[in-house]
C-alpha cells in the first residue's frame, strides 16, 4: 500500500518560475488528496503525470489567494474532462462562496458533485476518514482562520506468511481471524497460533502539513509526532520581526517545532522570494533539526511501509 | 522601436503541461499590453523574463474562465512587489465584478491605482490610443459577448539622414518641419528640400488577436488587414458543427479569413486539448492560406521595422 506526496507549489504568495504557489497531492493507499490549490495547480498536476479525475478529496488551509486561487480552473478542468465521479472539498466558507460567484459569472456548473464542506474557524479534531488514513485539522495562527492537516495511515491487519499460505490452504475464515490476531482451531484439533504464521502488522505512516502559521506546537503535541513534517519558513530569523507581524514562521521555528514534536523530517516550505539562495535558509533549520529538507517543484516523498 | 509579440498560453478551455490558458504580451514602442490573463500567466511572464511591473494596459477578450482567472493572482503580486505605476484595465463588466468580489473576501486591496474601463458588449471601434499605437476592438461571436482587438503602430516622421545632420547642423525647428515632409528655407536663402535629406517613415506594423469566435471578417474588412494574425482555430473541420455550436472556428475558417482579409501571416491558437498531434491542424489551414504558424508557449514574433 503506497503512501506519497508530491511537491506541486511551495512558494509564498509570489510564484517564481520554477517554484509555484502552495499545492500538494497526497497519495496514501492509492487514494488522492490535494492540500491547497494554488494558481496553476492543474498544469502543475498535468506536469506531474498524477490522476487529477481520480482525486478525491481537496483542502484548503485558508482563505488566502495564493492558495486557492486555482481551484476554480481544476474544478472546471475536471468538468470539462467529464468527470462523474464526486469530490469533496473542504475549505473556508469564503472559499466556498468565491467558488459560488465565479460559477454565477460563468454559468460553469459542474456536472459532478461537490460535496462541500465548510471549515469552521473553530474547528479542531477529526475532519474526516476513510478507507486508508484518518485526517485531523488543526488550528493555526495566522491573520484569517487556518487550519493545519495531520494524515495517519490506518493500521491494517497482520500479514499473513504467504509460505504457509501456499502450503496449507485454509478457509477465509480461518485467514481473516489469524489476520486480526486470533488463533485458530482446525476441524482435526489443529491450533494454528497467529504469531507463528502472520508477521506484525505495518507501522502507521503519517504526514503533517502546518502552512501558514505562527509556531504552534501546543496545536499538534496531542497528536502523535509525523514522520515526515511540512512546516512553512516563509522567513529567516534576520526577519523574525516581520514574521511575527504576517503570521508566519522562521527556519528556524519550524525547526524547533520538528525537534520539540519529535517528527521523523522536516519539509521547508513557502519561501518568501525574497531568498533567491535558500542555502542558507536550511542551513539555519539544521542547526536546531538534523533531518530537514527543502521543498521544491516537482519533489516527491514515497513513505516505504515497514513492519 | 519595436513591435514583437510573445505567446504565454495557446492551449483551449483546458491547458496542457506545455501549452497554458490565452495569453500574449505585445510590445510597442517600449510600452507593453498583457492580451487576456488565463491562470498561471504570472509566472509565464516570469519564465519569459517580461517586464511585469512595466505592463500598461490589460486587455480581456470575455468573461470566460480559460481567459481571465490569471487576473488577482497578477495584480495581487504587482502589489506585493510595490508596483506604484497605473495599470490600465479594458475588461467586460463580469470580469470586474468577479476582481471586485475577489478583493472583498481576501481583502487584498490594490495599492497602485486600476484604471478600469468596461468593456460594453456593443462597443466598437477605437478603444485607445497612446503615443506608439491605436487599438481597435472589433465584435467576435461567441456565447458570451467577445471581442477582438487590433493593433495599429503610429507612423512616425520621415527619418532624417544622420550623415546630413552632423554635417549640417541644423535648428531644432527645422529639423522638425523637415520630418513633417516640410521643406525649409534658412537665413542664407538656402532651402533645403525634405525629400533629398530625409527617408520615407516606417510603415505602419500591425497585429491582430481574434478569439474566441466563428469567423468575422465582417467586423475586421473596415480596417487594413494586419501584419499577422492571432485567429483562434480550436477545431479542425471534422469538429466543424462543434465549432459552430460552441461559438469556435476550425483551422480552415481561420485560413479563409487570413485570406479574405489579406493579412501578412497567420498565426493559429486556441488549441483543443482533443489533438494531441497539431500537424494535421496546420495542414488543413495551409492549404488555403500558406504562410501560417502554430502558436505555442513561449513563440515569439519580431516584427522589423522597415521603409
Redesign the interface.
Known amino acids: 500500500m503506497n503512501f506519497e506526496i508530491t511537491i506541486l507549489g511551495c512558494s509564498s504568495?509570489?510564484?517564481?518560475?520554477k517554484r509555484?504557489?502552495s499545492s500538494q497531492w497526497l497519495t496514501v493507499h492509492h487514494r488522492h488528496y490535494l492540500l491547497d490549490c494554488g494558481?496553476?495547480t492543474?498544469?502543475r498536476i498535468?506536469?506531474e503525470k498524477l490522476p487529477m479525475q481520480r482525486l478525491q478529496c481537496l483542502l484548503i488551509s485558508h482563505?488566502?489567494?495564493?492558495h486557492f486561487?486555482?481551484l476554480?480552473?481544476l474544478l472546471?478542468?475536471m468538468d470539462?474532462?467529464d468527470r462523474r465521479q464526486p469530490l469533496r472539498l473542504f475549505a473556508p466558507k469564503?472559499v466556498l462562496?468565491?467558488l459560488d460567484?465565479?460559477i454565477s459569472?460563468?454559468g460553469?456548473v459542474f456536472r459532478f458533485e461537490l460535496q462541500l464542506q465548510v471549515l469552521e474557524p473553530d474547528f479542531e479534531g477529526l475532519l474526516f476518514e476513510d478507507k486508508g488514513l484518518q485526517c485531523y485539522a488543526v488550528p493555526l495562527t495566522h491573520p484569517v482562520p487556518c487550519h493545519g492537516f495531520l494524515f495517519y495511515e490506518k493500521v491494517g491487519g497482520r500479514k499473513l506468511k504467504k509460505d504457509w499460505v501456499e502450503a496449507n490452504h485454509p478457509g477465509v475464515q480461518a485467514l481473516k481471524q489469524l489476520k486480526q490476531g486470533k488463533d485458530v482451531c482446525l476441524e482435526n484439533g489443529t491450533v494454528i497460533l497467529s504469531d507463528e504464521v502472520t508477521d506484525p502488522p505495518a507501522q502507521v505512516r503519517s504526514y503533517g502539513y502546518l502552512t501558514d502559521t505562527r509556531p504552534r506546537l501546543d496545536s499538534v503535541n496531542k497528536y502523535d509526532a509525523v514522520d515526515i513534517l511540512y512546516h512553512e519558513a516563509t522567513f529567516m530569523e534576520m526577519h523574525k520581526t516581520r514574521a511575527k507581524k504576517t503570521g508566519h514562521s522562521t527556519a528556524k521555528e519550524a525547526a524547533e517545532l520538528a525537534r520539540q514534536w519529535g517528527v521523523g523530517s522536516l519539509l521547508l516550505g513557502h519561501f518568501s522570494v525574497r531568498y533567491r539562495d535558500l542555502a542558507p535558509v536550511l542551513e539555519e533549520a539544521r542547526s536546531i533539526f538534523a533531518d530537514c529538507r527543502l521543498a521544491e517543484n516537482g519533489y516527491r516523498i514515497i513513505l516505504p511501509q515497514t513492519t
Open positions: 504568495a509570489i510564484p517564481t518560475a509555484w504557489l494558481e496553476g492543474q498544469i498535468r506536469q482563505a488566502h489567494a495564493d486561487l486555482g476554480p480552473g472546471s478542468t470539462l474532462l469564503a462562496d468565491f460567484y465565479y459569472i460563468t460553469n
